[in-house]
């Protein structure tokens, strides 16, 4: 059903919809090519960024073109069944690596902050790939483990057919099923509590000893530029893992019901859209890395251009 009842304000949403989409594509593709194309970053923590916008890719653009077209169709969207799990199974999957790759992406900052002269040892090129391709196969295996849970316990639908969300989220599905759902409710609530506070108060510990750390350094410029790096990375963080949270942790109230959709946004949407600004571009070597790309391409332009004339 996507955002019912816009009125006059389908087409400012949509456009605005498409901008976010349209930045958040453009802002992690260009990370994506920077890590790839220069060597300087070939280290663990740009690995980390490379692969971290390469998920944040394929998460908003499993989300957000059907919210388009629904908004484009009046707030109203077809989808099969097999098409509605598969997005699910996909989101499910993306969110969960994501969790995983936020804790990782901060461990990696404990120990190149609190234990230098271990970095290597503790964080290399090797390590940091298992982190990345460990992340991607929790994610398959806690969202292959609840469509067989939904199998096994025989979840089936044969009443009303509306889903009044912009995706396919599990809560919304679950209330157009005709069987029980207590159990599958009972072990996704149980998964999420694996999936979501675990992660999250790992990162919570790494920026915790992060800021200890960065609180005796003798030089002032250099705590300033530590905490304004780890207050935005903390900002981003707690927004993704906070909503995420208030959805599939605490108790399904009338009231929580009700915003389901808005604080959706928040989970779906942002963390995206911020990642490459709040990552990556406030970042001296990205930003050097961006500013060689593009002198090289305008010195291949004016070769070119020379070539011509």
């Known amino acids: 059903m996507g ?46 960024l490379g692969s971290f916008s390469f998920l944040e890719i394929c998460y908003s653009s499993n989300i957000l073109p059907m919210m388009l077209a629904s908004l484009i169709h009046g707030g109203r969207k077809l989808i099969s069944v097999t098409g509605c799990i598969t997005q699910y199974y996909l ?51 806690v969202m292959t483990l609840v469509l ?22 599990l809560n919304p599905v679950l209330k157009l099923a005709c ?26 510990g790494s920026y915790f000893f992060i800021i200890s750390t960065v609180m005796r350094m003798s030089s ?13 990375h903390l900002m ?3 927004i993704f893992y906070s909503t995420l949270m208030i959805v599939y942790i605490l108790p399904k109230t009338d009231g929580l019901k009700r915003i ?17 600004l709040i990552y990556s571009l406030r970042n001296r070597e990205v930003i050097e890395a961006l500013r060689k790309a593009v002198a090289k391409l305008y010195a291949i332009e004016r070769i070119y251009h020379c070539n011509l004339v």
């Not at 190149?112 to 295996?141: E, R």
């Not at 979840?155 to 989220?169: A, N, R, T, W, Y």
């Not at 002032?220 to 935005?232: I, L, P, Q």
């Open 3 to 48: 955002f019912v009842g816009l009125g006059d304000l389908q087409v400012p949403a949509f456009c605005l919809f498409l901008l976010i989409y349209l930045v958040t594509m453009v802002g992690n593709i260009l990370i994506i090519l920077l890590v790839v194309t220069d060597s300087h970053l070939h280290i663990p923590m740009y690995l980390f």
């Open 91 to 141: 989101f499910g999957l993306l969110a969960v690596a994501e969790c995983c790759l936020l804790a990782a992406m901060s461990y990696d900052r404990y120990v190149a902050i609190c234990k230098p002269l271990h970095y290597t040892t503790l964080m290399n090129d090797k390590i940091c790939v298992q982190f990345i391709v460990g992340s991607w196969i929790h994610g398959l295996f």
């Open 260 to 276: 389901n959709k808005i604080v959706s946004l928040f989970y779906t949407i942002l963390p995206p859209l911020l990642n490459p």
């Open 236 to 238: 981003v963080v707690s």
């Open 220 to 232: 002032v410029s250099g705590r300033k530029k530590a905490f304004s790096t780890c207050s935005s």
């Open 148 to 169: 067989y849970l939904m199998h096994l316990l025989k979840l089936k639908f044969c009443g009303p057919s509306e889903i009044d969300h912009f995706f396919c989220e």
């Open 179 to 204: 069987s029980k759902t207590y159990l599958i409710e009972l072990a996704t609530t149980l998964l999420s509590v694996l999936c979501i506070l675990l992660p999250f108060f790992l990162t919570l």
